[in-house]
Structures are given as C-alpha cells and as structure tokens.
C-alpha cells in the first residue's frame, strides 16, 4: 500500500493539503511532493524514482529539492515533458507514456487526462495513487482554463472499469469504494451537463446566467471555480454540438 505524506500547501482544494505518496516494490517511487514536512524528508532517503500525477503548482513544488538531494530519476510524461520542466524548474531524466512501469518499482502509469492534460494515475497492484481525478467527498475541478471535461469522464470510466480496491487522492483520505465513488462522480457531471444545456435552451447565454439556473447551492467563495467549471462544460456541448459558444455568449442550437 501505498504511504502518504500530506503536506500542508496553497490550495483551494479540499483540506488545505496535498498528499505526497511513496511506493514501490524493489526501487521506491515518489510521487506528487507539493513540499517539505519532517516526515516526508525521512521518508524519501530511499527514493529511487520521482514523479507527478500533474504538474499543477499544488503538486510540484518540492520535486526540485528531492530530486537534487536524493539524486532519484526524475521522470515526466512523454507528451507533457516542457510543462513539467516549466512547473517545475527540472528536466526530466526519464520519459513515461501510459502502461509504462516506472523503473523497477512494479507501479505502472494509467493515463487519466481531465482535471489536467498531463494527468496520469500510478497503479501498483489493485490499488492506484490518482491525484486530482476523484476525493473522497466531493466534487474535482474540472475547468475551462486548463480542463477537458469529455477527456475527464472517460477517465473516469477508464479507472472504474479496472474495479480498484483502493485509489489514493492528491488531496484528503483514501477512497475505499473506489467503483461506487468514481460513478457518482460521472453521473454528478453528466446531470450537470443536461442543466447547463437546459439553461441555454431556455434562454441564458451568459456564464453568470447560466450559474443562477444550474446550480441549486450556494455558490459564495467558489462561484469563480464554478463558472471556470460552466465554460468546460459548454466546451463540451460545442464539440458535440449541442449548443452554440463563443466564449462569451451561448445560444441553442436551431434545428
């Protein structure tokens, strides 16, 4: 099983913390280190190996210092090697694409693009370290800026199907029900997906319109994440044509 280290950070992800993980069976591999805790500087004297699910800041911003003084590999995704060098100030030693194992750890790299394009799960055995893909409680951001939210449901269709005893989050505590879990999060956005394009068949066209007609709850201090998380979705409604966006002004689709 994997061990996990939160570390305390700045984000606006649940629990004001991001987990870093240490895994592996001959070699050991670190993944995730947002920063530096007494702890997870004990932990990381036998690394051999260093990697992120992503290379949001909320995920990277120890990898320099371990890298340099464990002298571990340092490996990135093979399509997304400039932003994880730009992210984090390293270049990478090594490459992965999907279904890669990392070294001689035993963990192989899923591919589970969405919250981020770079995104990747780290499997080892029938448990896997996910990052940002699903938490325990509560929703991921999936957002225009940096999302993509039809590549995030196949994600998660792609991790469910795997039938996972255990999945291991970039933020908060594992995920125990992992099949349960990872289908409400696809059908919590697939009914989300029918209001934001039932708002724009009844008349809204504005990001902050739409919010008003969508959303139930109150969205005070996380309306700036919602209306980042509309425009995904109306990304997505474009693509399928569903609707029509311009990225100010949405209208239905005439037959």
């Not at 305390?8 to 995730?32: K, Q, S």
């Not at 400039?82 to 992210?87: A, L, Q, T, V």
């Not at 066209?205 to 700036?224: E, F, N, Q």
Request: include cysteine.
């Amino acid at each position: 099983m994997p061990a996990r280290f939160p570390v305390p950070v700045d984000t606006r992800a649940p629990h004001g913390e991001t987990n870093a993980y240490v895994l592996g069976r001959d070699d050991a591999l670190l993944v995730d280190p947002a920063g530096r805790t007494p702890e997870l500087d004990t932990a990381v004297g036998s690394v051999d190996h260093v990697a992120v699910t992503h290379a949001h800041p909320d995920h990277v911003g120890a990898v320099a210092e371990y890298a340099t003084e464990t002298d571990a590999t340092v490996w990135a995704h093979a399509a997304f090697a400039d932003r994880f060098e730009r992210e984090t100030g390293v270049e990478p030693d090594r490459a992965f694409r999907p279904g890669d194992e990392i070294g001689d750890t035993g963990v192989t790299v899923l591919d589970t693009p969405g919250h981020a394009p770079d995104h990747v799960a780290f499997v080892e055995g029938r448990e896997a370290v996910v990052g940002d893909l699903v938490f325990a409680a509560g929703s991921v951001f999936v957002g225009a800026t940096d999302g993509d939210l039809r590549a995030y449901l196949s994600s998660l269709r792609r991790v469910a199907v795997r039938d996972f005893e255990r999945l291991h989050p970039g933020h908060g505590p594992p995920v125990d029900a992992p099949r349960e879990r990872l289908y409400n999060l696809y059908f919590h956005r697939r009914d989300r997906d029918r209001r934001v394009l039932a708002a724009v068949e009844d008349g809204c066209a504005t990001v902050s319109d739409i919010l008003d007609h969508a959303y139930d709850k109150d969205l005070a201090g996380v309306r700036d994440l919602a209306g980042q998380t509309v425009r995904a979705h109306l990304d997505k409604l474009l693509v399928e044509g569903k609707v029509e966006w311009d990225g100010a002004r949405a209208y239905p689709v005439e037959d």
